[in-house]
């Protein structure tokens, strides 16, 4: 099982809306996700329950567990899951660590501007610090292409010795919109730009290996019951979340 803690030490980045289209994402390729929402506001997971509410129950979104992210984690995975991302608040708490101990690695979400790619550094040095495979996405970039903005962070990243993903994602009023109908960009417009970047973006998470996963079975997957945020033993005790027991992975 992969697990990836999103990080940046910046707020407003994009770091929720990452998790949440990459959850897309991997449930697009078939596999079963789930995204733990460690941050105090919690976007994902009032993203997760307004879609559960619509009946859209993928990706589970769930909040942090009273007994722990590590036995959390492993009651994912005996469930059989194939991603756990981990959303995380932008300050250096202990969340962010723990979400790091946790994890198979890291992705720092970045706007291309001089006072989030100063922020970059820190996050890099955090992850770096526990070993973990580590990323850097390019988020909210202008769109137009002659702006030399994203060549220019690239190359400061670069010079950071970061692994920068080749396709930044563009600034879009498609995000906002929709996370108001708790959806995704490639959901609610399946021909757009920010679908198209997405894929690509999964794409490089798959080749450079911090997301790969193992190929879906669909056999195994058929033998596998709904997701439950129950960890495993404590069936009927939850904590905070009240995320759907309901939850299945539909493609
Ligand atoms: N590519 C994008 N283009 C335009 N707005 C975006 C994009 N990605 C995210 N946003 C918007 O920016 C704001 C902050 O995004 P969010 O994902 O919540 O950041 P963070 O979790 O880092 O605080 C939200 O209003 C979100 O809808
Ligand atoms: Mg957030």
Redesign the pocket.
Known sequence: MIVVSVL?R???????????CLAVEALKAGRRVVIIDT?PQP?CYRWGQRRSAAGIPVPLVVVPAPGGLAAQIEGYRAQGVDLVLV?TP?TATPAVNAALDHSTGALV?TRPNPEDLESVQESLRVASAQKRRTGVIL???PPDKRVKAVALAREALEAMGADVCPTA????????Y??AEALTPQEREPEGR?RAELADVWGWLQRSGIMATVPYDIKTAASLGPLTDAPVGTKGKRGRSKASSKAEVTA
């Open positions: 940046a910046k707020g407003g980045t994009g770091k929720s809306s990452a998790v949440r941050d976007t959303d932008p979400v988020w909210q970039a994602i563009s600034a879009s009023i498609s995000y906002p929709a996370y920010a």
